[in-house]
């Protein structure tokens, strides 16, 4: 398969089931986005909103009709849940807002690199389109120690000792606790974006439905989190797709009455 940057949610969708990775990424079929995506993405357009400005929804500024009419896909009752989760978050947010400085909203970056057999890796930051470009001719080179890694942060602001803290906000209902936290491959790619980019760093999930969790990761759980990347990398890069046996992704597969692997075929029950 063309080599091209791996995102959080590529590769967790690769770890679920790599056919459903193949079907999305090499045939362009998608599931159709669920409530709670439409929920969450009206909610990260109400908070980009508000870091500009952080007065706006006081003076009627971010006004979720409009955000309803300005993006047609999303409906009234979406709109609705997404305000109420929002109103909920502006105190918590104005407060982290006046204690840190804004370095960036909603950051694309995308880093190409060498990881050498320690872990240690070389980056680059590229446009997401030159580090799909450079990985092709890597691999055409038959280069195997290469990755691209892509991640869109919703927030990065600076504290005031220098520390760099790069937020995600969560809208689902689910939370992780910190040991969680250090498993999840979201943040350990942002983990290996930041280390990259600005050297102190720490990677905080906004919970909406609950507390605040951080992290940063040592040197050496760096080095095996690039090692371990590097092996799921390859894996796609080597077009290794076999479907996984059904889980409860198999929910959200656009293809799952009619899985050619026969594996969702045999009267799953999808309503537990
Ligand atoms: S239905 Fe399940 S097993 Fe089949 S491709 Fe989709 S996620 Fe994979």
Request: hydrophobic share 40%.
């Amino acid at each position: 398969m063309k080599p091209r940057p791996l995102s959080p949610s590529s590769l967790k969708l690769y770890m679920q089931c790599p056919w459903q990775y193949f079907l999305r990424y090499e045939k362009g079929v998608r599931a159709p986005a669920t409530e709670a995506m439409l929920v969450g993405q009206l909610f990260h357009a109400a908070c980009e909103r508000l870091v500009t400005d952080p007065e706006a929804y006081e003076r009627g500024a971010v006004d979720f009709v409009q955000l309803t009419d300005n993006f047609t896909k999303y409906s009234r009752p979406i709109a609705d849940k997404a305000e109420e989760m929002f109103v909920s978050f502006v105190p918590t947010l104005k407060q982290f807002l006046s204690e840190r400085e804004i370095v960036g909203i909603e950051k694309d970056v995308t880093l190409v690199g060498e990881i050498n057999e320690d872990g240690s890796a070389r980056f680059t930051c590229m446009l997401p389109n030159d580090a799909t470009r450079w990985l092709r001719m890597q691999s055409k080179a038959g280069k195997t120690n290469v990755v691209g890694i892509r991640g869109i942060f919703d927030l990065v602001v600076i504290d005031d000792a220098g520390v760099v803290e790069v937020v995600d906000y969560k809208t689902g209902q689910w939370t992780q606790n910190y040991q969680e936290l250090k498993k999840d491959w979201q943040a350990k790619i942002y983990a290996i974006i930041a280390a990259e980019l600005y050297g102190d760093y720490v990677i905080t999930y906004h919970y909406i439905q609950g507390t605040p969790v951080s992290l940063s990761l040592s040197p050496s759980e760096l080095n095996e989190a690039r090692l371990a990347l590097l092996s799921w990398y390859r894996r796609i890069v080597e077009d290794e797709f076999p479907a996984k046996e059904t889980g409860w992704w198999c929910k959200f597969c656009p293809i799952y009455t009619d899985c050619k692997h026969g594996v969702c075929q045999r009267g799953l029950d999808f309503t537990a």
